[in-house]
């Protein structure tokens, strides 16, 4: 670790607070770091870690989720190994909404001698008072796995959820849009309250795109469709790095 970030009182709890938290200088952790320090994190984990990997000089490994998008603790266990300083779960992740094997991953991590994060960024202290949203059923659309908490992400089979994002933006909505499968969440919180119910800006962007198919919006939809669908995903950061420093 480099001095300046060794001194940097605002790199403990600032930048992105919940990754440069996630070790204790008190107990020697960041004295490990080095440049053939690895982190493994479930490919669920928010991007965040991406950011703090780069900084750092940690290689980040993103270990594919399993089939309900749970972070696969087999496949993470598998990966670890001496350079290892850091495992990663989620209460609940970014994009889907879903709680990762927490106790699983904390044993893992202490049998392995390594430091364990838990990400409560989105969880909270709200986490143990939060009831499942309950959606009411827009049949173009499906919902992403089963979601513990506020946050739910959808797709369709029918219609390009992209588009549909667009023109919820042009509503001044701001949902975040994701990848495999293509789909957008929404993170519900007390200002929805009033809306939540019909949700009718979303069942009339859904019925917009359904009856122009194509490119409708002239909105970022083309960009994470093509993201989406290319299969290097070097490439993938590649442009979508361009594309931020084009259009920020
Ligand atoms: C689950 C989760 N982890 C990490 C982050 C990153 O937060 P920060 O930039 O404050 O570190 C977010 C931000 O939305 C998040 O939802």
């Known amino acids: 670790m480099k001095d ?3 001194k ?3 790199w403990q709890g600032k930048c992105s607070d919940t990754v440069y938290i996630a070790g204790s200088e008190a107990e020697g952790h960041f004295s490990l770091i080095n440049e053939a320090c690895s982190m493994i994190i479930p490919e669920s984990a928010h991007s965040a870690y991406d950011k703090a990997a780069q900084y750092f000089n940690i290689k980040l490994w993103r270990i594919p989720v399993n089939k ?3 972070a696969d603790v087999g496949a993470i266990r598998r990966c670890i190994n001496r350079n290892t300083i850091l495992i990663v779960g989620s209460t609940p992740g970014f994009p889907h909404g879903i709680i990762d094997s927490i106790e699983e991953l904390g044993e893992l991590a202490f049998s392995s001698e390594i430091c364990f994060h ?3 960024c989105l969880g909270g202290f709200v986490l143990p008072f939060a009831r499942k949203l309950g959606i ?3 049949s173009e659309l499906f919902i992403v796995e089963r979601p513990d908490m506020t946050i739910v992400a959808f797709g369709s089979n029918v219609i390009d959820i992209f588009e549909v994002n667009d023109i919820l933006s042009s509503k001044g909505w701001h949902l975040n849009a994701l990848q495999r499968p293509n789909s957008i969440h929404i993170c519900v919180t007390l200002q929805h309250v009033p809306v939540v119910e019909d949700f009718k800006d979303l069942r009339d962007a859904v019925q917009t795109v359904k009856q122009n198919p194509g490119p409708i919006s002239g909105g970022l ?6 993201a989406g669908k290319m299969p290097d995903r070097v490439m993938v950061q590649e442009l979508l790095v361009d ?6």
């Open 243 to 248: 594309f931020m420093d084009a259009s920020c």
């Open 136 to 138: 009411k059923d827009i």
């Open 68 to 70: 309900d998008f749970i």
């Open 4 to 6: 300046e970030k060794r």
């Open 221 to 226: 939809a083309p960009i994470y469709g093509a």
């Open 8 to 10: 940097d009182v605002s």
């Open 118 to 120: 838990v990400d409560l």
